[in-house]
């Protein structure tokens, strides 16, 4: 393969931060892209490799990068099933080394060993993210783990007590808030030296469509969403000046162990159905994608965000079902 490095006639000052951003340094890879494709642009610094007569399509590495996680480090909460299993193995496939946590350590010796057989790098801890003791042993193994720098924090994990407002207890009340708020609020506290020092931070938290509208009996659990999308704003305004970008993604309904229970009631379903524009439930991948793209330097101006992966729900005003002008 020939490498041809194409010169940028800007020098760094007219773009300092994409030059200073270890998260836009080209790479050279080997997957395929129209040859129509060109960053010969002056305006482009990168390094592409050109095409000879034997191979048409040969890479141009700037693209590449942008939509690769190769070397990355990351953490992952709440890896062994559902929307953070998906989010594992999306990483992975883009070539981030990835680091995971649950409680239950069968579930997780048979994920880690699963995708240690298809080659991936990947390890895991047992850990409950709503003690305090727990979260700082994670990030203590996290540290030591990938040398004190961190590229990727996924706080995914999150659970639901579907009650009245006038029936949550207060224990009700702390399992929520320690589960869902309290773990991703000290967990990046925990990792923001690691995510600061990695020169390339990105924090994705997963909140819900309950954190946008009303939802019945998640009062409660609508809150510490809601909570965790302002945290998600301060956040990215915070942690922009250590190039650390921090987002969220808000799903409806996706096809997980967590919502198995409720969507068992076909009653309950058809309502989830004609209330969703798209009329359907979501894919665990459906979600994770988009979880890594915000991890991508390809997403690389996007901070602050909070995206709904929910069909159409939260935009769906008055459709009637009678016809009529
Ligand atoms: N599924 C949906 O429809 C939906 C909709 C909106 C938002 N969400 C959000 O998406 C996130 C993931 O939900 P999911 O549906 O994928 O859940 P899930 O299928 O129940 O999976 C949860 C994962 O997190 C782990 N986990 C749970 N509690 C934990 C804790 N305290 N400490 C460490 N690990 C823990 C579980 O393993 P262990 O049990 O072994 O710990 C499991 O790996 C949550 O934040 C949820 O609020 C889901």
Known sequence: MNIT????????????????????????????????????????????ASSNSNNQNKPTSMRDSRWSLQGMTALVTGGTRGIGHAVVEELLGFGAIVHTCARNEVELQNCLKCWENQGFKVSGSVCDVSSMEQRERLMDTVSSLFDG????LINNVGTNIRKPMVHLTSQDFSTLMMTNFESVFYLSQLGHPL?????????????????FVSLKSMSLQGATKGAINQLTRNLACEWAKDNIRCNAVAPWYIK???????????EYLDEVYSRTPLSRLGDPAEVSSLVAFLCLPASAYITGQIICVDGGMTINGFYPKIDFQ
């Open 5 to 48: 490095i194409v010169k940028s006639t800007l020098n760094s000052s007219h773009f300092p931060l994409i030059h200073q951003n270890p998260c836009f340094l080209p790479r050279i890879s080997s997957s395929i892209i129209p040859k129509t494709l060109s960053y010969n642009h002056p305006k482009f610094h990168s390094i592409t």
């Open 149 to 152: 720098k961190l590229n990727i």
């Open 195 to 211: 995510l600061k020092a990695s020169g390339c931070g990105n924090v994705v938290f997963v909140s819900s469509v309950s954190g």
């Open 256 to 266: 997980t162990t967590m919502v198995e229970k409720v969507l068992s009631n076909e």
